[in-house]
């Protein structure tokens, strides 16, 4: 590239070189004052990024210098003096960039002028001077991190890393300092950005460019809270190299709100190796889970507590909002256990600590001896049952099949399975899996997806714990033959007899509704009628009342997977203008769907209602949606 800049920059100099007016002009009536020639004698004057004092010289015959005046295109050209006859001294300013950049420097007398390009190089790492002024705006865990660089227009990458993440990553580390460490992340992120971003066919500038920022700039961030933070910054080039040393700050983010939400630890079952608990609460707030062994976290204050949740590899997995029962496998049988919960915000507990104390049971090897399958619900494509076992520590594998499989597939058909999962790298042996697939004791299952109008039957073997294998016979139920589909008599209706226009929703709520300028806004409320579990609801952009295209059952499967479900109020964002459906259906206790219901819309501004009439506030700040197209 350099080599192609410095050719036509040659080619350059050598068209105006050419184009230079040696030669007096053919102007009889040329004043006495002005020259009659006039020629810069340079083609071509050369900066260094950092700036300097530059200068040209030219030739002048005739005229006086008195009337010389010397102008550039760009700001970064300035200063100039011509009071030597025959030199135009001027000033360049740094060169904040990391490529070339080009102007042009003209002088003129009378009639007559000439001109001068002016080249300076980009900068780099060994000529390269920056500051940066990092503030932060601190909201609890909410943090905005500003950057003004000096000179504004360079290239920076600026983000976080936690003290104590750093701390951590120094004692694996010897020999390296915080400083280098960060280097090291900034090059390997701009690396992965570049990598990555070339499979989406992006080129290496355009990807440094997606990560790092220029000119004054903010960033906010959602960290946890009461914890300490270093920011770092440094200026890169276009490229993403590392142009300057890496600007340290520190910050430290602030609380979050205590939660009311009263948790309640249930504990459902108990045995060697799996605890069941349920945990009831009182709102949805987000609250964390986890089962610690009693050695583990007896002695530790609720701070060490809530720290030791924090370190736990995938804690993300534990978090919940609302009712919950769950089933966890333990390492030991015969240990005490702890079960503990907690309201949980950006890595700070929001309530006090709950603790259940529990004791796993131990096995005596007794295998598999008595088997009760008792079916709680069978739909058209569902069963339910309840499975209890004896002894209630033996392990046991649980499943539905068809009537003609034998013993033998079904056999087979597991066995397989699991070894799928160690020969994948999930489990080192066949028993780690049999113990995560397998259950024990009194046990709830569910089967879905089944077929109306079908024969099946649930099966049970017996698994020895140690090895894997299978220690029992298969126990089949009788034949379970599921029923007919049929249509729902319960139903749900949607009321959308009011919509709003989004810049004046915004006007009066700016905060709630920032993003819906140009949108019609309509409030959806459902009410329920009869036996109704589910219901699925969604807006499409265009007109899908022909019921042929798409079908009932292709809509039924798309607002199951993407659609709205059992929320009983929701805003929706629709275009004005263009043509709309409201979709929607419900489902029964028997898993019946109800009639898929179809109702076009258009939306025009001069039907909006004032905004005065809009009385949701309460109900659906955090339940927008936009519409969308049918399978998307």
């Not at 020999?175 to 280098?180: A, F, K, L, N």
């Not at 056999?411 to 259950?439: N, P, T």
Request: proline letters at 4%; one cysteine or more.
């Amino acid at each position: 590239m350099k080599k192609f800049s410095i050719l036509m920059l040659a080619l350059l100099g050598l068209c105006w070189s050419c184009s230079k007016p040696n030669d007096v002009p053919d102007t009889p009536n040329t004043p006495v004052n002005d020259p009659t020639s006039l020629v810069i004698n340079e083609n071509l004057v050369t900066v260094k990024a950092v700036g300097e004092e530059c200068a040209f010289t030219y030739t002048m015959e005739g005229g006086s210098t008195e009337n010389l005046v010397v102008k550039s295109e760009d700001e970064w050209i300035h200063d100039f003096d011509i009071s030597t006859a025959g030199v135009v001294r001027f000033i360049v300013d740094a060169n904040p960039l990391t490529t070339t950049r080009l102007s042009k420097i003209t002088i003129s007398c009378g009639k007559l002028k000439d001109d001068v390009v002016v080249s300076q190089s980009g900068v780099t790492q060994e000529d390269f001077k920056v500051a940066f002024d990092v503030t932060y705006d601190i909201d609890g865990p909410y943090v905005t991190m500003s950057v003004v660089p000096d000179p504004e227009q360079i290239r920076y990458y600026a983000w976080y890393y936690s003290k104590k993440g750093m701390e951590t990553a120094l004692e694996q580390s010897p020999g390296v300092t915080i400083e280098m460490y960060l280097k090291r992340v900034v090059e390997v992120d701009i690396s992965n950005a570049i990598y990555y971003g070339s499979y989406a066919g992006y080129t290496a500038e355009e990807a440094v460019a997606e990560l790092t920022l220029v000119g004054p700039a903010s960033q906010k961030f959602e960290l946890n809270a009461e914890t300490d933070f270093y920011g770092f910054v440094c200026a890169v080039s276009d490229g993403g190299t590392i142009l300057s040393d890496i600007t340290i700050t520190e910050f430290r983010t602030g609380s979050v709100a205590p939660s009311d939400n009263q948790l309640d630890i249930i504990i459902n079952d108990v045995n060697t190796d799996r605890i069941s608990y349920s945990v009831t609460t009182t709102n949805k707030d987000q609250y964390a889970t986890l089962i610690f062994s009693a050695e583990d976290i007896e002695g530790l204050s609720d701070e060490e507590i809530v720290a030791k949740f924090n370190e736990t590899e995938g804690y993300v997995n534990y978090l919940h909002f609302g009712d919950i029962s769950d089933t966890i496998i333990v390492d030991r049988e015969d240990t005490d256990y702890y079960i503990v919960a907690f309201g949980f915000e950006y890595g700070m507990a929001t309530t006090e600590i709950v603790k259940e104390k529990v004791h796993t049971l131990k096995s005596d090897g007794s295998p598999l001896s008595n088997v009760n399958i008792t079916l709680d619900k069978v739909t058209h494509y569902r069963i339910k049952a309840t499975v209890e076992a004896e002894p209630k520590t033996s392990l046991y594998y649980v499943d539905w099949c068809y009537t003609e499989e034998s013993a033998e597939e079904l056999k087979e058909l597991v066995r397989e399975s699991a070894q799928w999962f160690v020969d994948e790298g999930y489990y080192s042996h066949i028993s780690d899996c049999m113990r995560v697939i397998c259950s024990k004791g009194k046990t709830s299952v569910e089967f879905v997806q089944l077929s109306p109008n079908t024969d099946y039957r649930l099966f049970v073997i017996g698994v020895d714990e140690l090895t894997g294998e299978f220690n029992t016979d298969v126990i089949f139920t009788d034949i379970i033959t599921t029923p007919a589909i049929k249509t729902s008599e319960s139903y749900i209706e949607i009321k959308y007899d009011k919509y709003f226009d989004g810049y004046d929703l915004m006007d009066v709520y700016p905060e709630e509704f920032s993003d819906a300028d140009g949108w019609a806004v309509v409030p959806l409320e459902v009410t329920t009628h009869g036996d109704v579990v589910d219901y699925f609801y969604d807006i499409y952009i265009g007109d899908l009342t022909d019921a042929n295209e798409p079908t009932d059952s292709q809509l039924i499967l798309d607002l199951s997977q993407y659609g709205r479900k059992n929320e009983p109020i929701a805003m929706s964002y629709c275009y004005f203008y263009e043509p709309l459906t409201l979709v929607y259906y419900s489902k029964d206790g028997d898993d019946n769907n109800s009639p898929v219901v179809r109702i076009p819309l258009t939306l025009t501004p001069d039907g909006c209602s004032p905004v005065s009439e809009f009385d949701y506030m309460d109900e659906v700040m955090a339940k927008s949606m936009c519409i969308r197209n049918f399978g998307e």
